[in-house]
């Protein structure tokens, strides 16, 4: 439709659907610069040859904010870019996903997830620019869980096993104060079974193995020390229980086994030899039995001074200091010695 300016110069004109009318030229300048606005706004931002959503989302708003058509807009971008926006971002996207599946595939090799990797995980994630949604489906795709229910799960799971170990040396103190060497030994065994390098402070594993150790060595000392008192070796038994009784005070019956060995090594105790002469044999041997000694009747011999029946000699002599429980040999008087006189009836007469 035309119509004609008051000083006659012509103007195509159209009525819009609302039944408003405008230029058309005019429409096509606005046009014209509503492309070459959007033209230069994507190629400034595809000066470093990528694009990233936020970029995108900007470009999307500038296209409707200029009224530039959608299918104007994807023209546009293609000559720019090589091609629109959408695809761009569906193929950075692709790449994006394929490197961090790629990196959660690695992390998840030995089927397990240590904090320092699941921290680089994200970092990458935030570095690709990937959604917390695009991440979650990647990990669980590969891991069955997302990173964060797994670093969760761990944590639980860690503390759990950090208590268990917590309880098990809590045992491991109390059977050391007990003294109970083995018991000690064999609670670090269910530890180490769990974590080898569990501290242990307070030095109970190394404390109760000497302390076995020495128990030990206390008990093949005892056994050797009971040997040498069958064969009546009493200085070894002698020295085997004492040195268990430095190792282990109280251990067994090694005091009263000391107390034997020292008896019989201990000399005998001495005792003056009483004067018996003039007693008689009952009467010396009674002397001697309460003085410690015992009593040997050696031989008689005739006297005319000491009657029958008492002493006149002895060995050792009276006064000598023996060792208590030695024999006193005595010699005792059989009388005045007599002599047989023939009978001389009628000697003389003949």
Same mark, same amino acid.
């Given at each position: 439709m035309y119509d004609t300016l008051e000083w006659g +110069? %012509?103007?195509?004109?159209?009525?819009?659907? /609302? =039944?408003r009318l405008f230029d058309i030229k005019k429409e096509e300048t606005v046009e014209k610069e509503s492309f070459r606005r959007y033209r230069e706004y994507v190629q400034t931002s595809w000066t470093h040859g990528e694009l990233r959503e936020k970029e995108a989302k900007e470009l999307k708003e500038f296209a409707n904010e200029l009224k530039v058509p959608p299918s104007a807009a994807a023209d546009i971008e293609s000559e720019v870019m090589g091609e629109t926006k959408e695809a761009i971002l569906e193929r950075r996207e692709q790449a994006v996903k394929e490197n961090y599946?790629?990196?959660v595939e690695a992390a998840w090799t030995d089927h397990d997830l240590s904090n320092a990797e699941a921290a680089q995980l994200h970092a990458l994630s935030t570095e690709l620019d990937l959604s917390p949604?695009?991440?979650a489906d990647i990990e669980r795709k590969f891991m069955d869980d997302t990173v964060e229910a797994i670093i969760q799960r761990q944590t639980g799971e860690e503390e759990r096993r950090r208590r268990h170990l917590k309880e098990l040396y809590d045992r491991a103190r109390r059977s050391h104060q007990n003294q109970e060497w083995e018991a000690v030994g064999d609670v670090f065994e269910q530890i180490h079974s769990e974590d080898q390098n569990y501290p242990d402070p307070e030095g109970l594993l190394a404390s109760s193995s000497d302390a076995l150790e020495q128990e030990q060595r206390a008990a093949d000392l005892y056994d050797r020390g009971q040997r040498h008192i069958k064969t009546e070796e009493w200085q070894q038994a002698l020295e085997c229980f004492e040195e268990v009784q430095r190792l282990e005070p109280g251990f067994r019956e090694t005091e009263e086994l000391l107390s034997? *060995?020292?008896? $019989?090594?201990? %000399?005998p105790p001495t005792v003056v030899v009483s004067d018996l002469s003039g007693q008689a044999v009952s009467q010396a041997r009674h002397t001697l039995v309460s003085g410690g000694l015992r009593l040997r009747v050696q031989k008689e011999r005739p006297s005319d001074i000491v009657p029958e029946g008492q002493i006149i000699g002895q060995s050792p002599a009276a006064g000598r200091e *023996?060792? &208590? =429980? +030695? &024999? *006193?040999?005595? +010699? @005792?008087? &059989? =009388? %005045?010695? +007599? @002599? $047989? @006189? %023939? /009978?001389? *009836?009628g000697t003389l007469h003949e």
């Amino acid at each position: 439709m035309y119509d004609t300016l008051e000083w006659g +110069t %012509p103007v195509l004109y159209m009525r819009s659907p /609302d =039944g408003r009318l405008f230029d058309i030229k005019k429409e096509e300048t606005v046009e014209k610069e509503s492309f070459r606005r959007y033209r230069e706004y994507v190629q400034t931002s595809w000066t470093h040859g990528e694009l990233r959503e936020k970029e995108a989302k900007e470009l999307k708003e500038f296209a409707n904010e200029l009224k530039v058509p959608p299918s104007a807009a994807a023209d546009i971008e293609s000559e720019v870019m090589g091609e629109t926006k959408e695809a761009i971002l569906e193929r950075r996207e692709q790449a994006v996903k394929e490197n961090y599946r790629k990196a959660v595939e690695a992390a998840w090799t030995d089927h397990d997830l240590s904090n320092a990797e699941a921290a680089q995980l994200h970092a990458l994630s935030t570095e690709l620019d990937l959604s917390p949604n695009a991440a979650a489906d990647i990990e669980r795709k590969f891991m069955d869980d997302t990173v964060e229910a797994i670093i969760q799960r761990q944590t639980g799971e860690e503390e759990r096993r950090r208590r268990h170990l917590k309880e098990l040396y809590d045992r491991a103190r109390r059977s050391h104060q007990n003294q109970e060497w083995e018991a000690v030994g064999d609670v670090f065994e269910q530890i180490h079974s769990e974590d080898q390098n569990y501290p242990d402070p307070e030095g109970l594993l190394a404390s109760s193995s000497d302390a076995l150790e020495q128990e030990q060595r206390a008990a093949d000392l005892y056994d050797r020390g009971q040997r040498h008192i069958k064969t009546e070796e009493w200085q070894q038994a002698l020295e085997c229980f004492e040195e268990v009784q430095r190792l282990e005070p109280g251990f067994r019956e090694t005091e009263e086994l000391l107390s034997r *060995v020292r008896r $019989e090594l201990a %000399p005998p105790p001495t005792v003056v030899v009483s004067d018996l002469s003039g007693q008689a044999v009952s009467q010396a041997r009674h002397t001697l039995v309460s003085g410690g000694l015992r009593l040997r009747v050696q031989k008689e011999r005739p006297s005319d001074i000491v009657p029958e029946g008492q002493i006149i000699g002895q060995s050792p002599a009276a006064g000598r200091e *023996v060792q &208590s =429980g +030695t &024999s *006193v040999s005595v +010699t @005792v008087s &059989s =009388g %005045p010695l +007599t @002599v $047989e @006189v %023939p /009978d001389l *009836v009628g000697t003389l007469h003949e």
